[in-house]
């Protein structure tokens, strides 16, 4: 995909991923009342006030700059969750732990637009930027590990916006890799 | 094999291999890279080679002769014993951009036309080396030193650092924030229609 103004072509923008991370659900509490929306993505019930009910979160969004609505963060998103997030990464030096695969997108869009519903917002910020970069480094320390031996990496719960960071890099280190290893193969 | 269109490929075989023609040759076409008006022309002055002279020749070149046993190739100036000793000592500095700006792919190349095994495990070593320098500072991403860095690397080794660093620095920019739409420059103010 990606904008065409790039000729390789081979990762999102980030602004795509963010796109896509906004068909995840989300749990809104409606302050009006309204009928129910019949999409072509699906049907979101009738809204009735200080009910709450689970939307795709563009439209939460929606809902939120007209002042229709409070978003009620998701679970992953509190102090001690996320405390607890950060220290098992720490603790494990290989493997991710496993996280909603869009959590940077999502946590990004409900800082801007729901700051307030958010409890504590500046302590999940630091937290989530924690853990963001625990995982790049361990990123890094992982990729120094490939030789010419290896034909494929695996790496365990890696959420969007980190492959698609890591995407280009890698591809290309693992093609020239292999492509410096092949006659030796077929020669020696 | 090589790809056809592709612009660096071209480019690497046009780096310059010496070799030792075997026949004498008539009618080759030398370009003297010292003298823009050695072009032979097959009327007059055809340049003969002879049997076991030197020259320098572009790799496409030297590549199709030895094909038709023309001439053998010897391995060009950046694969010799000094620039291996660096190799060995300190890959991650070595400049090879400089001696050789397409060393790997030239490498790959030169490979089943040489009769030089070595070839192979040299370039695997260097790169492998090389390549945790890469990764590492195109992770750190400090426009302070990546200058000074990147003037050693050669044409693949350079695409995969800006491949790294460009996914990196989008990332960053799209975190900053910013709106989501910006209004394209072409419309400009608006202007009072002139009636």
């Known amino acids: 995909m990606a904008a065409q103004s790039d000729p390789q072509g081979s990762e999102f923008s980030a602004a795509e991923l963010e796109f896509l991370a906004e068909d995840e659900m989300i749990e809104i509490v409606p302050n009006m009342r309204m009928e129910s929306l019949n999409l072509i993505s699906g049907d979101f019930g009738p809204f009735h006030p200080q009910i709450s009910t689970q939307v795709p979160l563009w439209l939460a969004m929606a809902l939120k700059k007209r002042g229709k609505c409070t978003i009620?963060?998701?679970?992953?998103?509190?102090?001690?969750?996320?405390?607890?997030?950060?220290?098992?990464?720490?603790?494990?030096?290989?493997?991710?732990?496993?996280?909603?695969?869009?959590?940077?997108?999502?946590?990004?869009?409900?800082f801007d637009h729901a700051r307030d519903d958010i409890p504590d917002i500046y302590m999940v910020r630091s937290l989530i930027e924690d853990i963001k970069d625990v995982r790049f480094y361990k990123i890094g320390t992982g990729l120094e590990v490939i030789s010419q031996r290896t034909t494929?990496?695996?790496?365990?719960?890696?959420?969007a916006m980190e492959v698609n960071i890591v995407r280009p890099f890698l591809v290309?280190?693992?093609?020239?890799?292999?492509?410096?290893?092949?006659?030796?193969?077929?020669?020696? | 094999m090589s790809q056809y269109y592709d612009i660096d490929d071209i480019l690497a075989e046009d780096e310059l291999v010496p070799a030792v023609f075997q026949v004498a040759a008539n009618g080759v076409g030398l370009f003297d890279s010292s003298d823009e008006t050695n072009k032979v022309t097959y009327e007059d002055e055809t340049i003969e080679v002879e049997q076991g002279?030197?020259?320098?020749?572009?790799?496409?070149?030297?590549?199709?002769?030895?094909?038709?046993?023309?001439?053998?190739?010897?391995?060009?100036?950046?694969?010799?014993?000094?620039?291996?000793?660096?190799?060995?000592?300190?890959?991650?500095?070595?400049?090879?951009?400089?001696?050789?700006?397409?060393?790997y792919e030239l490498g790959c190349k030169l490979f089943s036309?040489?009769?030089?095994?070595?070839?192979?495990?040299?370039?695997?070593?260097?790169?492998?080396?090389?390549?945790k320098e890469v990764l590492i500072k195109a992770q750190t991403a400090a426009m302070t030193v990546a200058p000074k860095f990147l003037t050693l690397l050669t044409k693949e080794e350079t695409k995969l650092y800006e491949a790294a660093q460009s996914s990196m620095v989008a990332f960053k920019k799209w975190r900053m924030g910013g709106p989501r739409f910006q209004r394209a420059s072409v419309l400009g103010r608006k202007r009072r229609p002139s009636d």
């Open chain 1, 152 to 159: 494929a990496l695996k790496l365990n719960h890696l959420t």
């Open chain 2, 53 to 103: 002279s030197k020259v320098e020749l572009p790799f496409w070149l030297a590549r199709e002769l030895h094909l038709r046993q023309a001439l053998s190739i010897n391995l060009p100036p950046c694969f010799n014993q000094k620039t291996r000793d660096e190799l060995v000592a300190d890959a991650a500095h070595v400049d090879l951009k400089n001696r050789c700006p397409y060393f």
């Open chain 1, 72 to 110: 009620r963060p998701p679970e992953w998103m509190l102090v001690e969750k996320l405390m607890q997030v950060l220290e098992a990464e720490r603790d494990s030096q290989k493997s991710f732990q496993p996280l909603p695969f869009h959590y940077v997108e999502i946590s990004r869009l409900l």
């Open chain 2, 113 to 131: 036309l040489v009769g030089d095994k070595t070839i192979a495990l040299l370039l695997l070593a260097a790169f492998q080396t090389r390549y």
């Open chain 1, 172 to 188: 290309k280190a693992l093609q020239t890799f292999n492509k410096l290893d092949n006659p030796e193969i077929h020669k020696s």
